[in-house]
């Protein structure tokens, strides 16, 4: 049973214009949210996060927004670049010493 | 720097040969754990470890075995390996849970095929 969920596999943008991945989650307990980007034949690494306490944290040109009566949350990026084309992982903090818990990815591709 | 090293980064090995996939982070953090990523499948976690001398399993523990004697270091163990398992496997860490959220630091990944 996933707890959190990224229904697109992958998502095409072009060079400029703003990427919007999505994530949803079940457990209405988790309480911080994080994004991590993976380039191929690299680990993946910590991009932004936000804490159920809030609905938006914003780094530059990445934004995360949540809406916790949707149990949903969104990273935009503004303007996309090409550098930005990677697999994309949502994750969620359970409460209590439990593991991390990630989404499947999206797949963005910028295309210049 | 501040990093997680993983050795081999690529292995090749054949079924029933048990192998060693090294971790070690310089961080020191409490924190270590094992995913395995597979195509479609997204990251999950093999082993977790809280600090040393606790392991704990995550969602795929068949087939593994993991230790933790020393804090930077958090070995796999494939005792005997199957095709199953071929897979690009990452380590990461991270601080305590504790107030603050646990953001994870990953290795650079092992690709392992068994044939």
């Known amino acids: 049973d996933q707890q959190v969920k990224q229904n697109s596999p992958s998502l095409s943008v072009q060079e400029g214009r703003i990427s919007i991945l999505n994530c949803d989650y079940t457990n209405s307990m988790f309480d911080y949210f994080l994004w991590y980007k993976k380039y191929p034949a690299e680990g993946p690494t910590f991009l932004i996060s936000i804490s159920s306490i809030k609905d938006k944290n914003e780094d530059g040109r990445f934004t995360v927004f949540l809406n916790k009566s949707a149990k949903h949350l969104s990273l935009h990026i503004v303007p996309s670049q090409p550098g930005d084309s990677a697999v994309y992982f949502c994750?969620?903090?359970?409460?209590?010493?439990?593991?991390?818990?990630f989404g499947k990815g999206t797949r963005l591709s910028v295309i210049a | 720097e501040a990093q997680v090293t993983q050795n081999p980064r690529y292995l090749i090995t054949v079924t029933g040969k048990k192998l060693t996939v090294t971790c070690s982070q310089n961080?020191?953090?409490?924190?270590m754990s094992w995913y395995r990523q597979d195509p479609g499948l997204g990251l999950r976690q093999i082993y977790y470890?809280?600090?040393?001398?606790?392991?704990d399993k995550g969602d795929v523990p068949e087939g593994y075995k993991v230790s933790r004697k020393e804090k930077r270091n958090f070995p796999l163990i494939l005792e005997s390996p199957s095709p199953n398992q071929t897979s690009l496997y990452f380590c990461?860490?991270?601080?305590?849970?504790?107030?603050?959220?646990?953001?994870?630091?990953f290795g650079p990944g092992t690709r392992l095929t068994v044939l």
């Open positions: 990461a860490s991270s601080r305590p849970r504790g107030g603050s959220y646990n953001e994870q630091f």
């Open positions: 470890s809280m600090n040393v001398e606790v392991t």
């Open positions: 961080m020191n953090h409490e924190y």
């Open positions: 994750a969620a903090i359970p409460p209590g010493n439990t593991p991390l818990v």
